[in-house]
């Protein structure tokens, strides 16, 4: 799976960015124009996959006000990602981060075949047709555990 797009809404200096990412990447630019901004948002969304962000956070020494941009009102990080298998099928995940309550209070997660729904502690799965998956539901079920994102 191989990253092909991040948006960053409201994460630092990030309001409303969006970064393709083709094969090859380099960032290259003068000092302060948000190089490492970027790597941060990076590697916050890649801490939030691994169920590690609480951590990753403290290590960094952020508090709850750290991670949002002085350039907006929302109290909000809002994320969007793009990726594709090595077949080029899609693969979308989206979301809106709460720094205050250190999780997401909503999540969309879309690949070929499935549709992965979270909102306010519950979420929902559907199958899309034809995919041979035999799951569709289309009630909210209560997350059983303490969910970050």
């Known amino acids: 799976m191989r990253l092909t797009s991040v948006h960053a809404g409201n994460f630092k200096s990030l309001t409303a960015f969006t970064l393709d990412l083709p094969s090859f990447c380099c960032l290259v630019g003068v000092n302060g124009v ?32 750290d991670m949002l941009s002085r350039l907006d009102s929302a109290k909000t990080v809002t994320f969007k990602v793009k990726a594709a298998d090595s077949k080029g099928r899609g693969v ?27 909102r306010a502690g519950n979420y929902s799965i559907k199958s899309k047709p034809g995919s041979g998956g035999t799951r569709n539901n289309s009630d909210s079920e209560s997350i059983p555990f303490t969910y970050q994102g």
């Open 34 to 65: 948000g190089k490492s901004t970027v790597l941060q948002f990076i590697d916050f969304l890649s801490q939030q996959v691994r169920g590690e962000l609480d951590q990753r956070l403290d290590q960094r020494g952020w508090g709850e006000g």
């Open 92 to 118: 979308f995940w989206s979301g809106t981060y709460n720094p205050y309550h250190r999780h997401c209070t909503a999540e969309h997660l879309q690949t070929f075949d499935a549709e992965l729904t979270v």
